[in-house]
């Protein structure tokens, strides 16, 4: 009885090389055996269902699809020697005030932009699970002297820990994911799945990207830089919004333009999105909080408010000027 994955593979292997259902024989002639267990295979070429290959004999293997797409996928790289590279956008700094204020919006839209661009490269050579000091990548290409890893995923994700050993060589790599291409792909159709030149190219992420890395590392460090300038030249113009504990932590008081609850105050989440919103101190920004003002606490909020004519509980008209940063 067929195994419950054979009707969903349409890639055999044959002499140690993946070919396609249309490639082969109809029935045993076509001479393929499944690269998971080792049983021969049968080309399965009806007028009624699709073409597929099957276990000739009785199996409960069920791993052949998942095994045939990744050998698969392996050949086309080694034949094609080309891959689309995935964009590379790294880690940022990015606190809740520049991605919430009207003030910093270009900080958040630079942000968002690319550190390097994805493109197809065309390689010089390629290697197949080749080790390198202990590491097994799937793929090593090479270009210009270079090397890039390449792990293709069909069901587990890349090891964490291997992950962190080619961070720590400092070694590019990337992962291709096909763990939702379906089994019943021809050799023809993964193809441009697997190198990325078709309408609808497989996932693809940077495991590492050191040279990546450290371009985005540079220009964090320059948006910080700029938040960071951007507070101390406006400090003379900055208000303190402290947290009223009478109400709560996430509400602050004595807001001159908004009235919340009967008071002169506001949420700091409406705060935080406020035109005159200038910087928001959350509890992970407490350190550099700290450097700015000299302040060990958080949940704070510094603005730009202009001052506003109030009525006192009593009816009189009197202006708030609000504390100085």
């Avoid at 021809?186 to 992420?205: C, F, W």
């Avoid at 001052?307 to 940063?325: A, D, I, Q, S």
Wanted: aromatic residues 6%.
């Amino acid at each position: 009885m067929p195994s419950r994955s054979d009707s969903h593979v349409r890639i055999g292997v044959r002499d140690g090389k993946c070919v396609s259902i249309d490639e082969v024989e109809r029935g045993l002639g076509c001479g393929c055996t499944c690269a998971a267990c080792g049983h021969r295979l049968i080309a399965k070429k009806g007028k009624i269902r699709t073409a597929h290959f099957a276990h000739a004999a009785k199996s409960d293997c069920e791993r052949m699809g998942e095994t045939h797409l990744h050998l698969a996928a392996k050949q086309i790289l080694m034949d094609r020697k080309e891959i689309l590279l995935p964009d590379f956008r790294g880690r940022e700094y990015l606190t809740t005030s520049i991605t919430s204020s009207p003030m910093h919006k270009d900080l958040y839209q630079h942000a968002k932009e690319t550190v390097t661009k994805g493109e197809i490269v065309l390689m010089d050579n390629i290697r197949e699970e080749e080790g390198l000091d202990g590491i097994r990548p799937d793929i090593i290409f090479e270009k210009g002297g270079r090397e890039l890893l390449v792990e293709i995923r069909v069901t587990h994700a890349t090891e964490k820990e291997k992950i962190r050993d080619i961070r720590k060589r400092k070694l590019p790599c990337i992962e291709i994911d096909l763990s939702r291409t379906p089994r019943d792909k021809s050799l023809q159709e993964l193809e441009h799945i697997v190198i990325g030149d078709g309408p609808e190219p497989a996932p693809r992420t940077w495991l590492s990207h050191p040279k990546g890395e450290r371009k985005a590392a540079l220009r964090s460090t320059a948006r910080k830089e700029e938040f960071v300038r951007r507070i101390r030249a406006a400090r003379s113009k900055l208000t303190v919004r402290g947290a009223y504990g009478g109400i709560g932590s996430d509400v602050v008081d004595h807001c001159p333009v908004n009235v919340y609850q009967g008071r002169h105050q506001i949420r700091i989440i409406d705060c935080i999105y406020c035109e005159h919103h200038v910087a928001y101190f959350g509890p992970e920004d407490e350190e550099l909080h700290g450097e700015l003002t000299g302040r060990d606490d958080f949940d704070v909020v510094y603005t730009n408010c202009i001052p506003k004519v109030v009525l006192t509980p009593r009816g009189n008209r009197r202006k708030y000027y609000p504390k100085r940063f």
